[in-house]
């Protein structure tokens, strides 16, 4: 089984990136995503969950309106697009899988900084 991100990087404020996770070893369509992160110093903080078809969303407070959750599961993949990024979504951001197992990716750096 395998999680794994990309598409981390140093971005000024204001700015967009678009992480990906692909997963491999399990079934994919059989399980919700989600994105975590954690800053430095701060607990792991849940950032948004798709359902297994993609039909229902859900993002924390902080980030409505800014990210958008989304999964290809025909590619075995999920994206975060992030956009108009501040300082305080800085942090390395994980996907993980929760379904009849836990599974969760080695994590990208996310640095927003000018």
């Known amino acids: 089984v395998q999680l794994v991100e990309s598409g981390g990087t140093l971005v000024q404020p ?11 070893g399990f079934t994919f369509s059989r399980y ?16 948004a969950t798709i359902s297994r ?7 924390v407070d902080s980030v409505k309106g800014r990210f958008t959750i989304s999964r290809d599961n025909a ?9 108009s990024l501040q300082t305080d ?13 836990a599974y969760w990716g080695q994590g990208t750096q ?5």
């Open 89 to 101: 979504d800085t942090a390395v951001y994980y996907c993980s899988a929760i379904g009849a197992s």
């Open 32 to 47: 919700i995503m989600r994105w975590f992160r954690q800053a430095p110093g701060k607990e792991r903080e849940l950032v």
């Open 14 to 24: 204001g700015g967009s990136l678009r992480l990906s996770c692909v997963a491999s």
């Open 53 to 59: 078809t993609g039909d229902i969303t859900n993002y």
């Open 75 to 83: 590619g075995n993949t999920v994206y975060l697009q992030m956009n």
């Open 110 to 114: 996310v640095t927003v900084s000018s």
